[in-house]
């Protein structure tokens, strides 16, 4: 392939730039509220496709899928969940059709909105639906998976010996944390940045890191915590336009492509390697940051 791995790229000295929000994107283009993103993948794939070409036009060196509902745990809810592999194909083809030759692909895969801790789940039925997911996204043209949005280390390990047992993706996983009261970082299932860190590096990722839950400052505390458990491995950040603010009744992320370029810098010198946007950001911000790495 050659394109290569993201992770060898990295190593190299690269600092490598990701894309930016899709249910963002998605809502832009026409999305009801309560209505299967994924679906969009069979209906809707010109418009799909078009939010990462637009991706990669700003600048971005790699693009995610429209697949983070994709397990069939997600799909269920929408009668979809015999379509799993037609929707994650289709999804991971989108952005594969984007990309071109020059870029990766990093199909996003999300939490199933299943509980190990209250037994509403298996180990290894977890295993299963993400094993499912994981070999129609590598049939759709994916380079790599980017697992993400975590808060508990078991689904995340699951996702990983998944992927890394049933495919030759590389493994990309990141996890979301809230500041606490005490002004340290947790997932909602309590887990650490440095928890995190070394439970995917030890399932076998080969890219860790945070998504969402935060600003690009805020970020920079996050990643220096990540690197410090994280050695030289690749730490990816997709971080939010800035914390939701309520407007007229809808949520509005702040940060300008600008606020977020400015950040940049610093979150460079706190270890991150690929930096991209989560909730809130465009690809104006995608560009900004881009080139904030090119000064």
Same mark, same amino acid.
């Given at each position: ?6 992770? %060898? ?75 799993? %592999? ?45 094993? %499912? ?117 809808? %949520? ?44």
């Amino acid at each position: 392939m050659a394109r290569g791995k993201i992770a %060898d790229a990295v190593k190299s000295g690269k600092v490598l730039i990701s894309d930016g929000a899709w249910g963002t994107f998605l809502y832009k283009k026409g999305m009801k509220p309560g209505e299967c993103p994924e679906r969009w993948c069979l209906e809707r794939f010109d418009d799909v496709k078009d939010i990462a070409a637009s991706y990669i036009a700003a600048g971005a060196n790699m693009v995610e899928s429209n697949s983070f509902g994709g397990t069939s745990f997600k799909l269920k809810g929408f009668g979809l969940a015999d379509k799993a %592999d037609e929707i994650n194909q289709a999804a991971a083809r989108a952005s594969r059709e984007a990309a071109g030759d020059g870029n990766w692909v990093i199909a996003s895969i999300g939490p199933t909105g299943k509980m190990l801790v209250t037994e509403e789940v298996t180990e290894e039925e977890l295993y299963e639906a993400f094993k %499912d997911q994981a070999v129609a996204l590598e049939k759709g043209g994916a380079d790599a998976v980017c697992i993400e949005t975590m808060s508990d280390i078991g689904e995340a390990v699951e996702a990983i010996k998944a992927v890394k047992e049933n495919t030759r993706l590389e493994i990309i996983c990141t996890f979301t944390f809230e500041k606490t009261a005490r002004g340290g970082y947790r997932t909602m299932m309590g887990v650490t940045p440095v928890q995190a860190a070394e439970a995917a590096l030890e399932a076998g990722a080969d890219i860790i890191g945070a998504n969402c839950g935060n600003g690009i400052e805020r970020m920079v505390e996050i990643v220096g915590e990540i690197r410090a458990a994280a050695g030289d491995t690749p730490i990816l950040v997709h971080a939010n336009a800035g914390l939701p603010v309520n407007v007229d009744g809808k %949520d509005v992320f702040p940060e300008t492509p600008e606020d977020m370029a400015k950040a940049v810098p610093a979150l460079v010198a706190a270890g991150a390697n690929i930096i991209g946007g989560c909730c809130g950001t465009t690809p104006e911000h995608i560009n900004a940051m881009k080139q904030a790495i090119a000064q």
